[in-house]
């Protein structure tokens, strides 16, 4: 038996810059952290040479072809896993589905993948880990979406993570003062917005837009560059403000990335106290994310009663085997 455990990720800034029609004409870069929400994948030996899968459904099958879970399936192709295993997950968060904005459905490919080649005997790079999951759901299975997400997932801590035109990623952990770290976590605050929002209906119009959008991605990347500066300085100060920046340049993005109950909470927290905050993900629900000095959080946690806070930790390590009988 094998246990991978892969933990989600908050991004800060540079959303959007991920999509290869960005990329290719120039670079994107964002600024992201891996929290301590995990995705848990288990993969055991079978007896038989029959597939089960467990999780919000059950599947057992006899040919690989025939596992309705795109991402396991595409897994076990390309890991060359395909008969005779039992293959299961769970998260600490919502089910790893659309909609929670903290990356579940690449934390998840990541750990399936990080699962099935420890069943295999193999130890692969962590790079190696993220691009085979980025390939799996845009290459292979064709989803409208960028890369950043793979790579928290896969590394974990808070990196600037560039994405050149050549297809290279570089991960450039972010270096500063342990407080500086310990201070922004504490200015955090992240509520479920209550709504579990589809990102295939928002970022197939994001991605066709990318050429009109470009000047705002161009100024998405230099937010997140400015937040990397921030913290070489250890100066917060700004960081506020760069999220709400971030979210209106996100909101041009495509339409029904925010909505009214969406704008209502989010003046509400900036009435209370917030500095400036951003849903997370591509929008339309999931995740609301406020940075809020500790002095004003409860009067922002008031203010937003009717929405569940969660509370998260940074993440330093990224996605590892944590059993192995």
């Not at 008969?83 to 769970?90: A, E, L, P, Q, T």
């Not at 399936?112 to 790079?125: K, T, W, Y």
């Not at 992240?190 to 990102?199: C, D, E, P, R, V």
Request: proline share 2%.
């Amino acid at each position: 038996m094998i246990i991978s455990k892969t933990p989600l990720r908050v991004s800060f800034a540079g959303g959007g810059s991920d999509f290869k029609d960005y990329y290719k004409k120039k670079y994107g870069a964002v600024l992201s952290v891996a929290v301590d929400k995990y995705i848990y994948v288990t993969v055991n030996k079978k007896f038989d040479d029959l597939i089960r899968l467990s999780y919000s459904h059950t599947e057992i099958v006899d040919d690989v072809e025939k596992i309705e879970h795109n991402l396991i399936r595409e897994a076990m192709k390309l890991t060359g896993v395909t008969k005779g295993v039992d293959i299961s997950y769970m998260s600490d968060m919502l089910p790893a589905r659309e909609g929670t904005g903290l990356g579940a459905s690449s934390a998840l490919a990541v750990g399936i993948l990080n699962a099935l080649h420890a069943f295999r005997g193999e130890r692969v790079p962590t790079s190696k880990l993220a691009e085979e999951a980025a390939m799996i759901e845009i290459e292979i299975l064709g989803h409208p979406m960028g890369k950043q997400d793979h790579y928290p997932a896969a590394f974990g801590n808070l990196n600037f993570i560039k994405f050149n035109s050549d297809e290279t990623v570089s991960v450039e952990p972010i270096i500063c003062k342990s407080e500086t770290k310990s201070e922004l976590n504490n200015n955090l605050i992240l509520f479920y917005s209550g709504i579990n929002s589809s990102s295939s209906a928002i970022l197939p119009e994001q991605k066709e837009k990318i050429e009109a959008n470009c000047q705002f991605l161009d100024k998405a990347v230099q937010l997140a560059e400015e937040l990397k500066k921030s913290f070489c300085n250890n100066d917060l100060k700004n960081f506020g403000s760069v999220l709400h920046q971030g979210w209106e340049l996100k909101q041009k993005y495509a339409s029904n990335i925010s909505n009214h109950l969406i704008n209502t909470c989010y003046q509400k927290a900036l009435s209370a106290g917030a500095e400036g905050g951003k849903i997370l993900g591509s929008g339309g629900g999931g995740f609301l994310l406020l940075y809020c000095k500790p002095e004003n959080q409860n009067k922002v946690r008031h203010a937003l009663s009717n929405l569940k806070e969660t509370s998260f930790k940074f993440e330093s390590e990224g996605s590892k085997i944590v059993y192995v009988d």
